[in-house]
């Protein structure tokens, strides 16, 4: 059972504009929330992250917001650059440093 | 600069074989994870460790196994490749408990 969830796998967004990507998690015991990015042919660099006792976590033009109450959060990115082109991962765990990945969304900045 | 390397980068092999994918990172962290990626899964957790002579069991362990037996090296070891283990894996080192991971280049395996 996937206790992170991605939808909207897909989402393209012209150059300048807000990315604002969504996450769901179903354990409530979930305590840190990362998020990272993938080009193709390489490993997943970490982009931000947020604790569970704070609700926004700011870096440079990414944000990352978090929701407890409804196990939401999002990353917007502002602006967007054709260099955001790749896929992102949300991620959570718990305490331990295990991370439970979700599937990802395919993020196209049109120039 | 410290870093985490993977290899080899690309391997294809038989159904049956043994194979051992090597990771290794230079930042001293104690923390060791081992992930496949397939589409439509994200990534997924083979094994981790927290340190010298501990190992672990992910959500998707069968078939595969680990050791650890200096800090900086975590071979994944297959111990009959099978058709279902063709993936991207990803080996992936933290400093503890609450800090990002950092992620090696990946390795593909095909196995026929």
């Known amino acids: 059972d996937q206790q992170v969830k991605q939808n909207s796998p897909s989402l393209s967004v012209q150059e300048g504009r807000i990315s604002i990507l969504n996450c769901d998690y179903t354990?409530?015991?979930?305590?840190?929330f990362l998020w990272y990015k993938k080009y193709p042919a390489e490993g997943p660099t970490f982009l931000i992250s947020i604790s569970s006792i704070k609700d926004k976590n700011e870096d440079g033009r990414f944000t990352v917001f978090l929701n407890k109450s409804a196990k939401h959060l999002s990353l917007h990115i502002v602006p967007s650059q054709p260099g955001d082109s790749a896929v992102y991962f949300c991620?959570?765990?718990?305490?331990?440093?295990?991370?439970?990945f979700g599937k990802g969304n395919q993020v196209v900045v049109i120039p | 600069d410290a870093e985490i390397t993977q290899s080899p980068r690309h391997k294809i092999t038989e159904t049956g074989r043994q194979v051992t994918l090597a990771c290794h990172q230079t930042w001293n962290h104690n923390n060791m994870f081992w992930y496949r990626q397939d589409l439509g899964h994200g990534l997924r957790l083979i094994h981790y460790?927290?340190?010298?002579?501990?190992?672990n069991k992910g959500e998707v362990s069968d078939g595969y196994s680990v050791s650890r037996s200096n800090t900086e090296d975590l071979p994944l070891t297959l111990e009959s490749a099978a058709s279902s283990q063709t993936s991207v894996y990803f080996c992936a080192s933290s400093r503890d408990t609450y800090n990002e991971q950092f992620f090696g280049p990946g390795t593909r395996l095909t196995v026929l």
């Open positions: 460790s927290y340190g010298v002579q501990d190992t």
């Open positions: 354990n409530s015991m979930f305590d840190y």
């Open positions: 991620a959570a765990s718990y305490g331990n440093n295990r991370l439970a």
